[in-house]
């Protein structure tokens, strides 16, 4: 279209001009509004329904302007001209960047928190859920009036005009199919459990309530998938003020240089272990030495095992407790016979047991329970029992403890602190294995440390190691069944598995050395030291802490680390399969007019799989308007400058562009 | 393991070499320093070289195209800048253009540079498709090509006469008439940005299920993209020629960058799949 072609004077209607066109735009965009509360009421109909009229009023704006159009050629001259498509043009970048930033869709109570008095006339004017308003739809509207006319404008066609045409028509399609789709397609959920059937799907109805629809067909969700790549943490520096928190500094734990950055910022890293665990070092006490927590301690094997020693400690004294051995029951261990007796009578007694968590306050060593409180000496309040895990982990997808396994690699307990009064006043985190972390937690309450003791709160079965004796007393059924030797290391039998004592000391010394045992990180847990800090602090997962200057560091997953999500399904027909695929994000599921597309998974519940099931009838008309349009501009755009180019030189006259 | 490496040490090399260029294509501003032709294309040119490098390097170290972080796709910006300006010097013989474009990849790698997350991260489901990259990169030549257009906008304002060539360049011509030269770049980009835009409906359709949700990162792309259609249209009308016209490919290259790096300010971006967090 070149400019001499555009502007002749003869060809401009008398009211031609931008000021009235933008009259007809604003009047119509006022007039839709006004049709909106007619229809609807300010208070908002239901959303599918406000679409369908929405898409309607679109329709007849369309339909004024090209009913104008045909009664009288100067409002066809009007509309075809660039000053109306120009017009249109501006009207829908502005109310595009008004839908940008005004809130979309929001609950009402959000609106009007976040622009007070101003959200009245923002939802009088449409404009909470303005793409899908009248307003919207009418400037649409308009601007397909106008797409329209200028294809009708010249009858003659030629090899230039091509692309504008093309152009303008696929622009055309685009919006006529959303218009089909918006009124006539379906888009609705369905959340299947592996082996499930499902024949219909949930959609949102035209009266605000879920709605089931047919698929026509049976879908069975075979198997689903959920694929990961390695978890990978990173200690991220944050500086917090006001306004929020600004990413300082992101360090990779495991790189050479991971230490020297963070001294830096005055933190000290002295160890990074990806997965986590504590291993038990147990040696006899130097009778030379000023003994610190010296105590009796027995090792045992299993039998035709890979796995290391377990120790077990004099249950009798501090620091001392049980182990649940699984199918053998519980093993526990006294020096003295005589104290082993005294369990003994407890467990022929019907007790024996006790709980495995132990709060440890001062003197008080208190067996407590999940979800009970307890007074402490010398706190006026009480400590609530909150969970307790026995492999605690921060689970890399919901961000939440959880068990990583039944072994009791790292037994955690949350508290909370209520007051004299009964009210919350904050909660903490106890570790077992890391007697140091939760201590200098903000929440106030008593120094007190947790300690896991095992299973085995109902000691009916198991090993009583004897040290002095050198037994081993069977239990089952909750008697004594009977004595052997654990001596020379002879071999002790319990509830099918074998166990030998390969060592015993009446006086050894324990220590726990942080090791990883894999180098996926399954289990993050930094040691660092803070500048002004006497004691180091360990940081799992998801904890952050203070280091000054307004800044904390964190231990945070790397970014999310979810790579697949994929479903196996079977479509059956009269209970006969016809067809079974993967349906994965980017690969949808197309049968019988509906489309279902992966689209939800819980990490929580690896049997579940969520899809989007979306039946679109306007989208043949949507895709053939984008492909004609992805070759009318390519056309318009490098083709027809082309064109004029070698006009130019074979007519030795000026082209198009000036050049 | 962290996956990044000689690419980041490579980014103060690059900025220092588009840093030279930039100096010496604003020698040439000047008629005393004619010399300084060859170096500066020269310097461009390895400039290009070396920014290519830290793409293609890190594309094979991570194993994945590297175009997910903000970090990698202001590289990404970078070469395209570089390497739509080199095609325009070669065949238009303009240097004029040179002065900006290297200001324009510096910035670009030096706001790299600032990046504190310079690391891959993995690719989530919805970014593994074969639309990915043909998506990304049209689009990243299209905000090339409108930032070389918008540069000629800025030069038209500041010297609206045509500029003579000293040799006839590729097309025949002896000068450039830098509106028109404008125009050409920004219906270049123009394409570019359309079919950008077109491959993310196809993209998200397949993806998703909807090929168009109002998200605001795909409103604002479509804000650019009617700026630029209201800007070709208003070639076609009375009045709005030259310097009013070089104003709106300014604005228009306004709501490009708004549109790649701006999302964080908008209160509706929090829900945004493609904003670059």
């Known amino acids: 279209m070149t400019r001499s072609a555009m502007k002749t004077g003869s060809e401009r209607p008398s009211y031609h001009t931008v000021n009235v066109i933008i009259g007809i735009h604003a009047a119509t965009y006022a007039l839709a509004i006004a049709l909106q509360h007619v229809v609807t009421g300010t208070s908002g ?13 679109g329709l007849l704006a369309f339909a004024g302007v090209a009913g104008g159009a045909v009664i009288r050629k100067s409002i066809f001259k009007a509309i075809a001209s660039t000053d109306f498509g120009v017009v249109s043009l501006v009207t829908l970048t502005l109310l595009s960047i008004l839908g940008t930033v005004i809130l979309q869709n929001q609950p009402g109570a959000v609106f009007t928190s976040t622009y007070g008095s101003l959200s009245g006339v923002l939802a009088f004017l449409f404009v909470d859920d303005l793409f899908h308003s009248f307003a919207f739809s009418a400037i649409v509207g308009l601007a397909a009036g106008a797409l329209t006319a200028t294809l009708f404008k010249r009858k003659k066609l030629t090899a230039r005009r091509l692309g504008v045409i093309g152009a303008h028509l696929g622009c055309l399609l685009c919006l006529a199919g959303a218009a089909v789709g918006s009124v006539w397609g379906v888009k609705g959920r369905l959340k299947m459990h592996v082996n499930e059937e499902a024949s219909s799907f949930k959609v949102l109805g035209d009266d605000g309530k879920m709605a089931e629809v047919p698929l026509g067909y049976t879908v069975r969700l075979d198997e689903f998938e959920l694929l990961h790549y390695e978890p990978e943490f990173r200690l991220r520096i944050f500086d917090i003020d006001e306004d929020g928190e600004d990413l300082v500094r992101s360090i990779d734990p495991l790189a050479e240089n991971a230490p020297g950055e963070l001294r830096t910022y005055g933190v000290a890293m002295n160890g990074y272990w990806p997965d986590h665990a504590m291993q038990l070092e147990v040696e006899p006490a130097d009778p030379g030495a000023a003994q610190q927590a010296a105590l009796p301690a027995v090792g045992l094997k299993r039998v035709r095992s890979d796995n290391g020693m377990m120790w077990l400690f004099d249950e009798g004294q501090p620091g001392g407790g049980r182990l649940d051995a699984g199918d053998a029951g519980v093993l526990a261990f006294f020096w003295q016979a005589a104290r082993a007796e005294k369990l003994l009578d407890e467990i022929e007694a019907g007790g024996g047991g006790g709980s495995p968590h132990v709060l440890v306050a001062g003197a008080a060593r ?36 959880s068990e990583r396994s039944n072994a009791a ?38 120094e007190m440390r947790y300690e896991y003791r095992g299973q085995g709160t109902a000691f009916s079965k198991g090993l009583l190691l004897v040290g002095e004796t050198g037994e081993a007393w069977t239990i089952e059924d909750a008697a004594l069944a009977g004595k052997s030797s654990f001596k020379d290391e002879r071999t002790v039998t319990i509830g099918g598995q074998e166990f030998v004592v390969a060592a015993l000391h009446e006086s050894a010394v324990a220590s726990h050395l942080h090791v990883s045992r894999s180098d996926e990180a399954l289990n993050p847990v930094v040691e660092i030291e803070i500048k002004g800090e006497q004691a180091p602090r360990f940081m799992g997962a998801g904890q952050a802490v203070e280091i000054g200057d307004g800044r904390v560091l964190a231990l945070t997953p790397k970014g999310d680390d979810v790579r697949d999500f994929l479903s196996t399904v079977t479509v059956l027909e009269e209970g006969k399969p016809v067809l079974t695929r993967k349906v994965e994000v980017n690969s949808p599921l197309s049968f019988g007019g509906f489309s279902l597309y992966q689209s939800e998974y819980d990490p929580r519940d690896p049997t579940f799989s969520g899809f989007e099931v979306v039946r679109d009838p306007g989208l043949f008309s949507v ?37 | ?134 998506h990304v990169v049209v689009y990243f030549f299209g905000y090339a090509a409108l930032f070389v257009g918008t540069a000629a906008a800025a030069i038209y304002l500041l010297r609206p006469a045509p500029i003579r060539l000293g040799r006839r360049d590729l097309t025949g011509s002896r000068e450039i008439d830098v509106e028109g030269f404008m125009s050409s770049s920004v219906r270049f980009g123009f394409v570019l940005l359309t079919t950008g835009l077109l491959m993310g409906a196809f993209w998200a359709k397949a993806a998703w299920g909807d090929y168009w949700v109002w998200d605001p990162k795909e409103t604002w792309s479509l804000v650019t993209w009617l700026v630029y259609a209201a800007y070709l249209h208003l070639r076609f009308m009375s009045g709005w020629k030259g310097r009013k016209l070089a104003v709106v490919a300014i604005v228009g290259f306004a709501a490009v960058m708004f549109t790649y790096l701006g999302m964080n300010v908008l209160p509706t971006a929090e829900s945004s799949l493609h904003v670059y967090q």
């Not at chain 1, 109909?45 to 009023?57: E, K, P, T």
């Not at chain 1, 349009?629 to 000036?658: D, I, Q």
């Not at chain 2, 594309?59 to 903000?70: C, D």
Request: proline share 5%.
């Open chain 1, 45 to 57: 109909d239901d959303a599918g329904r406000v679409r369908m009229l929405s898409v309607a009023c």
């Open chain 1, 366 to 401: 208190l067996e407590v329970a999940l979800g009970k409180s307890y007074s402490i000496e010398g706190f006026e309040g009480l400590v609530k029992v909150l969970s307790v895990y026995r492999d605690f982990v921060i689970d890399p997808e919901t961000k939440r403890p």
């Open chain 1, 623 to 659: 895709y053939a308007g984008l492909v004609l349009m992805m070759l009318a501009v390519g056309h318009v755009m490098l083709v027809v400058p082309v064109m004029n180019r070698l006009r130019k030189r074979r007519s030795g006259g000026a082209g198009e562009g000036g050049k």
């Open chain 1, 409 to 446: 690699n790292n037994p955690a307990m949350e508290v909370e602190i209520l007051d004299s009064g009964g009210h919350s006043i904050g909660q903490r985190w106890l570790f077992a294995k890391f007697p140091s972390f939760g201590h200098k937690d903000k929440a106030p309450g008593p």
């Open chain 2, 1 to 134: 393991m962290s996956r990044s490496g000689l690419d980041v040490s490579l980014v103060p090399v690059v900025l220092a070499v588009y840093a030279s260029a930039a100096l010496a294509y604003g020698l040439l501003w000047s008629s005393r320093f004619r010399l300084a032709k060859i170096p500066a294309t020269v310097l461009m040119s390895v400039g290009l070289g070396l920014n290519l490098f830290q793409i293609v390097y890190r594309w094979v170290t991570i194993e994945q195209p590297p175009f997910k972080t903000l970090y990698e796709s202001l590289l990404l910006l970078a070469v395209c800048i570089a390497i739509v300006y080199l095609v325009i010097e070669g065949v238009y013989r303009l240097r004029i253009l040179g002065l900006p474009s290297a200001l324009g990849a510096g910035a670009t790698v030096l706001y790299a540079f600032l990046q504190v997350e310079k690391e891959a991260v993995n690719l989530p489901a919805a970014l593994q498709s074969g639309w990915f990259i043909p």
